[in-house]
């Protein structure tokens, strides 16, 4: 059973901590949805299932071991899904509806005038790049997913919602470096994570790191472009991987932070010991790990 009490002092010493770092972790960021952490995770469930029937309508019957259709009102996007379709699904999609959702990407400092591309890595079931493509035009989203299904269906889903010629769909899995990795599914398509592995060994997938694949399809971002990464706990490998990239072109970057005890305070120490111009913003608790820890960093040179 939850302990609120106990999740919000921890809430308040992490806040507290991270206040040394002046301007990173507001009040008003720190208490975004904090209901979630204090609600009992019967009553999330409950107001979960009501948003499920508010923004979201099941349009293909689901048929045994087969991928359903789902329709996003909000953002009048499809998506396609191969997991369990519990009130969890609400959560996943309302950061792609709700700026006070503390897990949605492209708030401020993010700025999407002039962004020509997108690295999305952990694209999971797509609807984040279905989004941006809409949004954008003339916009390339690299979407990079290790699970071989969740790719075929961010095809599927790219060609449903007519962006097809702006969605690449990459089944590497992104990293610090090349080699290979073996991806361990989850009960739930998104929290599936990868494990280094022998190039021999069954299932094995490659890895690249982003500064690799820049180079390999000669690729140079910019200030306006978005580093997205989502890696359930891969998240600092995947930016050690791109330091070359982040060095010269100062790409925006939203990465999560919650997969990790260290991971707000040592990757927002990493970017920021690079010196490089950027503005920073860390944003929420998490309600649904075993403890609460900061959800998204936010980082951009734009001014």
Not at 57 to 69: E, G, H, N, Y
Not at 162 to 180: E, I, M, P, R, T
Not at 221 to 239: R, Y
Not at 253 to 265: L, R
Request: charge should be neutral; charged fraction near 25%.
């Amino acid at each position: 059973m939850k302990n609120s009490a106990r999740h919000l002092l921890q809430c308040y010493r992490t806040w507290s901590h991270l206040r040394q770092y002046a301007g990173l972790f507001s009040l008003s960021d720190a208490l975004l949805q904090i209901q979630r952490v204090v609600f009992p995770a019967r009553l999330n469930d409950l107001l979960a299932s009501k948003g499920f029937k508010r923004i979201l309508r099941i349009t293909d019957k689901l048929k045994s071991d087969q991928p359903v259709q789902i329709h996003c009102k909000p953002l009048h996007l499809d998506f396609l899904w191969n997991g369990v379709l519990d009130n969890n699904l609400f959560f996943m999609v309302e950061q792609e509806c709700s700026d006070l959702n503390p897990h949605c990407y492209t708030t401020l400092p993010i700025q999407i005038n002039g962004m020509r591309h997108v690295i999305d890595v952990g694209a999971c079931e797509g609807l984040f790049a279905f989004r941006m493509a809409k949004l954008i035009d003339q916009v390339k989203i690299h979407c990079f997913e290790p699970s071989p299904i969740m790719a075929d269906l961010i095809h599927e889903g790219a060609r449903l919602n007519g962006v097809s010629d702006s969605v690449l769909v990459k089944s590497d899995a992104l990293l610090d470096q090349k080699g290979f990795v073996k991806f361990m599914a989850s009960e739930s398509p998104d929290a599936g994570r990868v494990i280094p592995c022998s190039h021999d060994d069954l299932g094995a997938i490659k890895s690249n790191s982003l500064d690799n694949y820049c180079d390999e399809i000669g690729l140079k971002l910019s200030s306006s472009d978005l580093i997205k990464i989502d890696a359930e706990g891969s998240d600092f490998d995947v930016l050690k991987g791109a330091r070359h990239v982040i060095e010269t072109c100062r790409p925006q970057i939203a990465v999560t932070t919650y997969h990790q005890d260290d991971h707000a305070e040592s990757i927002f120490r990493w970017l920021n010991e690079l010196d490089l111009g950027y503005t920073f913003r860390l944003k929420g608790f998490s309600f649904w790990t075993s403890k609460p820890r900061p959800v998204l960093l936010q980082a951009s040179t734009l001014k």
